[in-house]
Structure formats: structure tokens, C-alpha cells
Nanobody
């Protein structure tokens, strides 16, 4: 019914950039906050940045000034521009969204995750 699909990951040298995208699809009514999380090998998943439907953004301290989160509400898509990447930022990047959607003729709310996109930053 609701799906988040990420793209844009890959292998990049330290100091390089990647642009991650995450598109939501399904019987959508409204998408509230959308965010990007990172899970490094052997570590817990952590918030990198999020953005409200009104475009208010939050960043974890380590990425401020280097990463930019944005969204296109008409395309139900959130982006993460990552610049000056560091090897320790290697991991799987997951998209998350709080979504109101139609199901069985009713409006429902759920918290959804994408399948993740791998980012590898080589030193």
C-alpha cells in the first residue's frame, strides 16, 4: 500500500559527494516528517537529518554544513545531498517517513522505512 524506495548510493572517495533520493508511493493522503538515517557496520541506526512538511530541517551535529536535506512535496520525494563525505560515514542510509494513507476506505497513519541504500566512502 505504501512504499519508500531509495536510490543514489554508491562508492565515493573521501571528500566526494552523493545525492540520495527517496520516493514514496501508494494511496497517499499526506506525508509528514521525512528523514534519513544511517547505520554503520556494527552500530545502531542513527538520525542524520529530517524535514517536516513545512520544510523545517534538523541535522545531527556531525553533518551540519556538509549535508542538505530537501523535499519535493509534489513528487513525494526527499533528497539528501551529501558533500565532503568521510570514511566513517560509510553505511546503509535509510529513508523514513510518517505517512497518512488510504486503506479499506479509511485514512490510516503509519511510519515507514525504505530498503536502504549503501554508501561506501573510501579513504
Amino acid at each position: 500500500q505504501v512504499q519508500l524506495v531509495e536510490s543514489g548510493g554508491g562508492l565515493v572517495q573521501a571528500g566526494g559527494s552523493l545525492r540520495l533520493s527517496c520516493a514514496a508511493s501508494g494511496s497517499l493522503i499526506r506525508i509528514n516528517t521525512m528523514g534519513w538515517y544511517r547505520q554503520a557496520p556494527g552500530k545502531q541506526r542513527e538520525l542524520v537529518a529530517d524535514i517536516t512538511s513545512g520544510h523545517i530541517t534538523t541535522y545531527t551535529d556531525s553533518v551540519k554544513g556538509r549535508f542538505t536535506i530537501s523535499r519535493d512535496n509534489a513528487k513525494n520525494t526527499v533528497y539528501l545531498q551529501t558533500n565532503s563525505l568521510k570514511p566513517e560515514e560509510t553505511g546503509v542510509y535509510y529513508c523514513n517517513a510518517a505517512i497518512r494513507y488510504y486503506s479499506g476506505g479509511l485514512g490510516r497513519t503509519g511510519d515507514y522505512w525504505g530498503q536502504g541504500t549503501q554508501v561506501i566512502v573510501s579513504s
